[in-house]
C-alpha cells in the first residue's frame, strides 16, 4: 500500500446538502493551528468538543457550535483533523467553508479525505471503498454487509489467504535451484493439497462476494407484455402503492416507470414499461422503442400473460423477439378472473406462474422466484459489501491457482500461477493498485468524505 502525507490543506462540507440541523465542514492536513486560531480564536484541545465561535475575516461571527481537532496521526486522514460543527443551513455553511478557503485551505476533490485515509495507511482499499458503500447502501442487509466490510472483515479475510499463498510460494520457489528434488519434496510437503485447500477457499469467498454484489447492485427486473394485461397492477403491487395509472384504455403507460423495492434485502429495480403492440400513435411508438431498450439492460424479464385467454400469437412473437440470455419468467396474471388457483409450472427450464396483481395471489411465489433467478441463499450472514472489481480479482486469483493445480509437475509454471494470484489477491486491498485504478475509485466518493 502507498504511504505519505499529504502537504496541502483541504477542506469541504461533510453533510448531505440542503438544510439540517447540523451542518459540518472538515479540514485535514497541515498548518491547521494558525487556521483554527484565526477561525476561533484558539486551537482546541485534541478530541475535546469546543464551543466556539466561528469568525470572518473582521472578526464578525459567521455562526456558533462545536469545534473538534484531532492531531495526527490519530484522526480520520492519519493528518490534523478539524471539524466545524455548527447549523446546517445551506448559506452558513458556505460562508465558513469560504473562510476557509480564504484562510489558505483548497477544495477538496471527491472522496479526497478517504483517499488520504488510504495513502496514510488508516484504511485498505476494500474498507475504503466500504465507506462509499455504506453510505450509498439502499436496504439495511447492505448496510450491515458494509460495516462487517468496513470494520475489515473482508479484508483479513483476504489476507489470510494472501498469507497461505504466500507460504505456499515459498514453499515452491525454494525448490526451484534443485529441480532434480523438487518434486519430491513437493509431494513430501503435501503442496498439492495445500493448494487444492487455498483453492476451495478462494471458491467459498467468491461464493459470499456474489452475494454481496447482489445487495450493492441488486436485480434490474423489467416488466412486459401487451397493453392491459396488468404490468402496471403488477408494478403497483409490488411496491405496495399506486406508483402507475391503472385504467382499461390500451397504452396507458407510454414510457418507462421505475420503482426499487427489496425483498430478503435485496434491491430490486422494477421497471414497467409501455404495452408492446403494433400502433400509429406516434407517443406510444416512442415508449415501445424504449421498453426494448430497457429489455436488453435488464438481468430478468416478466412477461406478463392475460391468464383468462392464454398464451396468444401475439406473446408467442414477443418471447421470440427476447434477448437471448436474459432469464424469463412467464406471469399469467388475473388468475381469480380465469379461475385458477395461482400455481408454478417448468418446463424446457422455462419458469411460468399464475398469480392475481389485483388480489396478491401468488406473490409470495413470484418474490421467491425472483431471489432463485438472483441466486440468493437465505440466512447468509457473513456477506461483504463486493463491488465488481472484487469479483473480478477473486475470479483471477481462482483461475490462477486452478491453474497451477493442472501444472504440479512442472515448477517453474506452478510458482508462476501462485504469484499471479497473490497479485489479484493483492489487489483487492490496495497492495497491488495502479494510481489510475485509485483516482476511478474515489472519483466517485461524495466531496467531504
Known amino acids: 500500500m502507498a504511504s505519505g502525507k499529504q502537504a496541502d490543506l483541504i477542506a469541504a462540507i461533510a453533510t448531505a446538502p440542503g438544510r439540517g440541523g447540523i451542518g459540518v465542514v472538515r479540514l485535514s492536513g497541515a498548518d491547521l493551528a494558525s487556521i483554527a486560531r484565526s477561525l476561533t480564536g484558539s486551537l482546541p484541545k485534541p478530541r475535546l468538543a469546543t464551543l466556539a465561535r466561528f469568525l470572518d475575516a473582521a472578526g464578525a461571527e459567521i455562526d456558533e457550535g462545536i469545534a473538534l481537532y484531532f492531531p495526527a496521526p490519530h484522526s480520520y486522514t492519519g493528518e490534523d483533523v478539524l471539524e466545524l460543527q455548527g447549523h446546517g443551513g445551506p448559506v452558513v455553511l458556505q460562508l465558513l467553508l469560504r473562510r476557509c478557503l480564504e484562510l489558505g485551505a483548497r477544495l477538496a476533490e471527491p472522496g479526497e479525505f478517504t483517499r488520504r485515509a488510504y495513502l496514510n495507511d488508516k484504511l485498505d482499499l476494500a474498507q475504503a471503498e466500504a465507506v462509499a458503500d455504506l453510505i450509498e447502501a439502499s436496504t439495511a442487509a447492505a448496510a450491515r454487509s458494509a460495516v462487517r466490510s468496513l470494520s475489515g472483515e473482508f479484508s483479513r479475510t483476504v489476507h489470510v489467504l494472501v498469507e497461505r499463498l504466500i507460504a505456499l510460494r515459498m514453499l515452491v520457489e525454494a525448490t526451484l535451484d534443485f529441480p532434480e528434488e523438487g518434486i519430491d519434496f513437493l509431494k513430501k510437503s503435501d503442496a498439492v493439497g495445500q493448494l487444492a485447500s487455498l483453492?476451495?477457499?478462494?471458491?467459498?469467498?467468491?461464493?459470499?462476494?456474489?452475494?454481496?454484489?447482489?445487495?450493492?447492485?441488486?436485480?434490474?427486473?423489467?416488466?412486459?407484455?401487451?397493453?392491459?394485461?396488468?404490468?402496471?397492477?403488477?408494478?403497483?403491487?409490488?411496491?405496495?402503492?399506486?406508483?402507475?395509472?391503472?385504467?382499461?384504455?390500451?397504452?396507458?403507460?407510454?414510457?418507462?416507470?421505475?420503482?426499487?423495492?427489496?425483498?430478503?434485502?435485496?434491491?430490486?429495480?422494477?421497471?414497467?414499461?409501455?404495452?408492446?403492440?403494433?400502433?400509429?400513435?406516434?407517443?406510444?411508438?416512442?415508449?415501445?422503442?424504449?421498453?426494448?431498450?430497457?429489455?436488453?439492460?435488464?438481468?430478468?424479464?416478466?412477461?406478463?400473460?392475460?391468464?383468462?385467454?392464454?398464451?396468444?400469437?401475439?406473446?408467442?412473437?414477443?418471447?421470440?423477439?427476447?434477448?437471448?440470455?436474459?432469464?424469463?419468467?412467464?406471469?399469467?396474471?388475473?388468475?381469480?378472473?380465469?379461475?385458477?388457483?395461482?400455481?408454478?409450472?417448468?418446463?424446457?427450464?422455462?419458469?411460468?406462474?399464475?398469480?392475481?396483481?389485483?388480489?396478491?395471489?401468488?406473490?409470495?411465489?413470484?418474490?421467491?422466484?425472483?431471489?432463485?433467478?438472483?441466486?440468493?441463499?437465505?440466512?447468509?450472514?457473513?456477506?461483504?459489501?463486493?463491488?465488481?472489481?472484487?469479483?473480478i480479482a477473486l475470479e483471477k486469483a481462482l483461475a490462477n491457482l486452478q491453474a497451477a493445480q493442472a501444472r504440479s509437475d512442472h515448477t517453474e509454471l506452478f510458482a508462476e500461477e501462485l504469484r499471479l494470484a497473490q497479485e489479484a489477491l493483492g489487489g483487492i486491498t490496495g497492495e497491488f493498485t495502479p494510481d489510475d485504478l485509485l483516482g476511478e475509485i474515489f472519483s466517485r466518493f461524495c466531496i467531504g468524505k
Not at 436474459?326 to 409450472?345: M, P, V, W, Y
Request: glycine letters at 10%; aromatic letters at 2%.
Open 199 to 391: 483453492a476451495g477457499d478462494v471458491g467459498k469467498l467468491l461464493g459470499v462476494a456474489r452475494q454481496g454484489s447482489l445487495l450493492r447492485n441488486g436485480l434490474h427486473v423489467v416488466l412486459i407484455g401487451q397493453p392491459n394485461v396488468g404490468k402496471s397492477s403488477l408494478l403497483n403491487r409490488l411496491a405496495g402503492e399506486e406508483r402507475a395509472i391503472v385504467t382499461a384504455v390500451p397504452g396507458t403507460t407510454r414510457d418507462a416507470l421505475r420503482e426499487t423495492i427489496q425483498v430478503n434485502g435485496i434491491p430490486l429495480h422494477i421497471v414497467d414499461t409501455a404495452g408492446l403492440r403494433d400502433t400509429e400513435d406516434e407517443v406510444e411508438r416512442l415508449g415501445i422503442a424504449r421498453s426494448w431498450k430497457e429489455i436488453e439492460r435488464a438481468d430478468v424479464v416478466l412477461h406478463l400473460l392475460d391468464a383468462r385467454v392464454g398464451r396468444t400469437p401475439a406473446d408467442q412473437a414477443i418471447a421470440a423477439r427476447l434477448p437471448p440470455g436474459i432469464e424469463q419468467i412467464a406471469l399469467f396474471n388475473k388468475c381469480d378472473l380465469a379461475g385458477h388457483t395461482s400455481h408454478r409450472e417448468e418446463s424446457a427450464n422455462r419458469v411460468a406462474l399464475w398469480l392475481s396483481a389485483k388480489t396478491g395471489e401468488g406473490m409470495g411465489a413470484l418474490e421467491r422466484e425472483l431471489l432463485r433467478v438472483a441466486g440468493w441463499q437465505a440466512g447468509t450472514e457473513d456477506v461483504f459489501l463486493a463491488r465488481e472489481r472484487h469479483l
